[in-house]
Every structure is written in C-alpha cells, then in structure tokens.
C-alpha cells in the first residue's frame, strides 16, 4: 500500500509540473518588423506593393504588440507565448497568444517572422 501511495505522489507530483518557456519565445519575438506578404485563401500571396501599404509589428520585451498601418498604429496588445503540440502528436508548434482574443503559430528562422494559422500566413522581416 505503501508503495501505491508513494508511485501516485511521483506520478501527481510529475504531472503538475510544467515548464515556463514564454520568456524563451517571447524574447525572440522583441523588435520591429517588417511586412513581406500575406498568403492564403483565394487571393494567393499579396504584399506591400499589391496592397499599397505598409505593415510594421513592434513587439516590446514588456510582453506588448503594436500593429502600425502606414506608420498608424491600427491596434495593440499584451500577449504571450506557449509552446503547443502538433495536431498529430509528433511536433510542436510556437503559439502567440493575445490578450484581445485569438492566437496564432509563429516560427522564427533567422530574420524571418512566420506568423498566422492554417488558412492565412503572414511573412516580416526583422529591421531592429
């Protein structure tokens, strides 16, 4: 009996752990970017010169987004990140959270920000 009590111990004390990693995505995400395009649906891929605007996200290492239209801020919010596993089971995936409503997965690979969710994505580029 003994020992049945001491294994559920472990096995709560193992499952009520969990790891903190929204320091680690947030601080990558901290700069100023810069809209490339934005693909999906039926218009395919459009970006600043079919649109005939600009798109800068500043994300602040106070956890905050700020989303400027042509140098307008448009909207903004506090936010955080978590990581979550991949609909199969096999991965996982970068999630924004905001605290506006919504979430999106991100990746980042190099100066390159993927933002977005299965049926339209965006592409930035890191200039700060």
Known sequence: M??????LLIFMFCCGCEKDNSMRYSSSLIG???????????????GPKEE?????LVITNDSIYYDYVNDTLRLSSRFHTYESITA????TLNVIKYDTGGEENFSIVHDTLAIGDNLFGSIYKRTK
């Open 52 to 56: 005939h605007i600009t798109i800068t």
């Open 32 to 46: 100023r970017w810069s809209w490339l395009r934005t693909c999906g649906g039926f218009a395919g891929c459009l």
């Open 2 to 7: 003994k020992k049945l009590i001491f294994l």
């Open 88 to 91: 199969d089971g096999n991965g």
